[in-house]
């Protein structure tokens, strides 16, 4: 079943993760993959720009967690983490916190925006492809059940 897109009149809102939404996050985590984050991994992200929840009427519908390093003398942003709860799916929610994502990543300097998928995730990918992210690089056995990452990769306008 597809759930449609927010309706008009829906409150949605993206901000900044507060650790009143830390539960959420995790739920929504643990609904999302075989080998979920654990909360304590969410806890140290809790003050980074790039770790952004969405809220569809009030309730937790999504996440994001990326942030900015320094790499060989320039700012590199690395999407580390996004989910969306399973009734929000296919309506749009990656795609607004993708795109809030990659705006604070651009004003916290990054230049390169990097991720690495699930090989085996073709709608992500998509979703990443659409957003002008290439694939750079395979990583063999990148995730703990042996299947390769690919590592993507976009400049930053």
Do not use: C
């Not at 979920?36 to 009427?57: C, I, Q, T």
């Not at 003398?73 to 399973?86: E, Q, T």
């Not at 990543?105 to 925006?113: D, F, K, M, S």
């Amino acid at each position: 079943m597809t759930t449609p897109a927010p309706e008009e009149h829906e409150e949605v809102a993206i901000r900044p993760a507060e650790r009143a939404d830390l539960l959420a996050v995790v739920r929504i985590e643990n609904a999302s993959f075989a080998q979920p984050w654990p909360y304590n991994a969410f806890e140290r992200f809790l003050g980074e720009p790039g770790f952004l929840v969405v809220e569809v009427a009030g309730e937790i519908a999504g996440y994001i967690v990326a942030d900015v390093t320094q790499q060989l003398g320039r700012a590199l942003g690395h999407v580390k983490d996004i989910a969306v709860h399973p009734d929000h799916r296919r309506a749009g929610v990656a795609s607004m916190l993708l795109s809030r994502s990659l705006g604070v990543l651009a004003v916290h300097g990054a230049e390169t925006v990097k991720l690495e998928v699930r090989r085996s995730n073709d709608e992500a990918k998509r979703l990443y492809q659409g957003f002008g992210f290439d694939p750079l690089r395979r990583i063999p056995q990148y995730y703990g059940d042996g299947e390769a990452a690919i590592v993507m990769i976009r400049k930053v306008e």
